[in-house]
């Protein structure tokens, strides 16, 4: 069973920068492929960002293309993600999500797809 916990989360103005970080306990994270997502007021959770068990893999939802990184450092058992140039449409409760996986490459997209989640933080972006 594994723990996640995020944090990093805020209020910030458009234009500005966070670095979500999401903490793993519970199991050995290096056999785990991570996700973010996001979910913002009546809206479906939607896929973000993933990184494969490795990191050297990446998948980027278009919408953050160029202005997200997500990261992963194994030996501190957590992942990272530097968001720059926020827009208010990027205001949502941010999740990371892990998936036990065999495959060095598997990044995935959809919210089935992982197995354990986190509680999420907030984000939110005035105008």
């Known amino acids: 069973q594994v723990q996640l916990v995020e944090s990093g989360g805020g209020l910030v103005q458009a234009g500005d920068s966070l670095k979500l970080s999401c903490a793993a306990s519970g199991g050995t994270f290096s056999r785990y492929a991570m996700g973010w997502f996001r979910q913002a007021p009546g809206k479906e959770r939607e896929f973000v960002v993933s990184i494969s068990k490795s990191g050297g893999s990446t998948n980027y939802a278009d919408s953050v293309k160029g202005r997200f990184t997500i990261s992963r450092d194994n030996a501190k058992n957590t992942v990272y993600l530097q968001m720059n140039a926020l827009k208010p449409e990027d205001t949502a409760v941010y999740h990371c999500?892990?998936?036990?996986?065999?495959?060095?490459?598997?990044?995935?997209?959809?919210?089935?797809?992982?197995?354990?989640w986190g509680q999420g933080t907030q984000v939110t972006v005035s105008s």
């Open positions: 999500a892990a998936r036990p996986v065999f495959g060095t490459a598997w990044v995935g997209v959809r919210v089935d797809e992982y197995t354990y």
